[in-house]
């Protein structure tokens, strides 16, 4: 029998949302003298740009989860939201796990600095989470007086620099000499860069401090582990933190206002429980669960964590 060929998964789809509005040609209804966007593919990254004014633009970078994601309908991080907002993006959407260490992307990056792509724009933002929000730290400069807001970011992963740094294993394993190891000291030009992590979370308090300058901006978000984006989303400040954070009026003490809906939601509360059980505090842990219905509102919350705490005790009897 002959080969029989796997059925394309984007068979008889429709086009990814940045084509369709790139198709467009307009912006507020009036045509453009230059193209509204373009979409670059190489072996390891694609560029996406969709031109909606020259305001603001995004520049973009995938976090780690999307690497695999083959599907058509595909965008770059956030650009739905970017859309909303009338701000313009470049996405780089990444196909390979390796922290965007590729000289090809370099000479990119540069090349459109060099072509003064960067310059339309009144204002440029650099964004992503974990993998991507290294990238946004270590390009920034690409940009003089960009605003950077990095989620949960690895400064770099050079073993020499950072040789307490066991996880993401996939990334320690590229190439991390030449250009841009070291996000870490390439933020002196940015305006302001903003790095929102949790700081009970030792890798990532680490990798944020070293960081320093006037320019940087610490927003902790407790007891969240490495999924900043993803609590911020749940707990439905992440739209607020990042528009405040484009416009360059949040503040540490801003943040931590808006961060106290966090109460609201069980994995604030799991968070907690966990980190004062990881240290022995077992009599916190039960104010944790005594206050947690009160606090949060949730009736069923106080016996989910009560369950919580006794795996948590049973795992250590095993051990």
Same mark, same amino acid.
């Given at each position: 029998?002959?080969?029989?060929?796997?059925?394309?998964?984007?068979?008889?789809?429709?086009?990814?949302? @940045?084509?369709?509005?790139?198709?467009?040609?307009?912006?507020?209804?009036?045509?453009?003298?230059?193209?509204?966007?373009?979409?670059?593919?190489?072996?390891?990254?694609?560029?996406? &740009?969709?031109?909606?004014?020259?305001?603001?633009?995004?520049?973009? %970078?995938?976090?780690?989860?999307?690497?695999?994601?083959?599907?058509?309908?595909?965008?770059?991080?956030?650009?739905k939201f970017y859309a909303d907002n009338n701000w313009s993006s470049l996405g780089i959407i990444s196909f390979d796990a390796n922290w965007y260490r590729d000289d090809l992307l370099f000479d990119y990056l540069e090349g459109l600095r060099d072509q003064g792509f960067f310059k339309r724009f009144k204002k440029v933002v650099f964004t992503g989470t974990s993998m991507g929000a290294y990238a946004a730290c270590a390009f920034c400069g690409l940009s003089p007086g960009a605003i950077v807001l990095a989620y949960s970011p690895q400064s770099t992963l050079?073993?020499?620099?950072?040789? @307490?740094?066991? /996880?993401?294993? /996939?990334?320690?394993?590229?190439?991390?000499?030449?250009?841009?190891?070291?996000?870490?000291?390439?933020?002196?030009?940015?305006?302001?860069?903003?790095?929102?992590?949790?700081?009970?979370?030792?890798?990532?308090?680490? &990798?944020?401090?070293? %960081?320093?300058?006037?320019?940087?901006? &610490?927003?902790?978000?407790?007891?969240?582990? &490495?999924?900043?984006?993803?609590?911020?989303?749940?707990?439905?400040?992440?739209?607020?933190?990042?528009?405040?954070?484009?416009?360059?009026?949040?503040?540490?003490?801003?943040?931590?206002?808006?961060?106290?809906?966090?109460?609201?939601?069980?994995?604030?509360?799991?968070?907690?429980?966990?980190?004062?059980?990881?240290?022995?505090?077992?009599?916190?842990?039960?104010?944790?669960?005594?206050?947690?219905?009160?606090?949060?509102?949730?009736?069923?919350?106080?016996?989910?964590?009560?369950?919580?705490?006794?795996? %948590?005790?049973?795992?250590?009897?095993?051990?």
């Open positions: 029998m002959g080969k029989i060929d796997k059925p394309d998964p984007n068979a008889g789809k429709m086009a990814p949302p @940045w084509l369709r509005e790139m198709r467009k040609g307009k912006v507020d209804g009036h045509k453009l003298s230059r193209p509204h966007g373009f979409y670059v593919n190489y072996q390891k990254f694609a560029a996406v &740009h969709v031109a909606r004014g020259d305001d603001t633009l995004v520049v973009a %970078f995938d976090n780690l989860s999307a690497v695999n994601d083959s599907s058509l309908e595909r965008e770059a991080w956030g650009d050079k073993k020499s620099l950072v040789p @307490w740094e066991k /996880r993401f294993n /996939r990334g320690r394993q590229q190439d991390w000499n030449g250009r841009y190891a070291d996000a870490a000291a390439l933020t002196a030009t940015a305006a302001r860069v903003y790095l929102c992590y949790d700081p009970y979370m030792e890798g990532d308090k680490i &990798h944020a401090h070293r %960081f320093s300058g006037d320019n940087i901006v &610490h927003l902790h978000s407790n007891y969240v582990g &490495h999924k900043t984006v993803v609590f911020m989303r749940r707990a439905g400040i992440l739209k607020s933190v990042t528009g405040m954070c484009v416009t360059g009026e949040m503040t540490s003490e801003i943040y931590n206002d808006l961060y106290r809906s966090r109460r609201k939601l069980p994995w604030y509360y799991f968070g907690l429980i966990d980190l004062a059980m990881s240290k022995g505090h077992w009599g916190l842990a039960d104010r944790i669960i005594r206050g947690a219905k009160a606090a949060s509102g949730n009736p069923n919350l106080p016996n989910a964590l009560k369950k919580r705490k006794k795996l %948590f005790q049973d795992n250590q009897e095993k051990n």
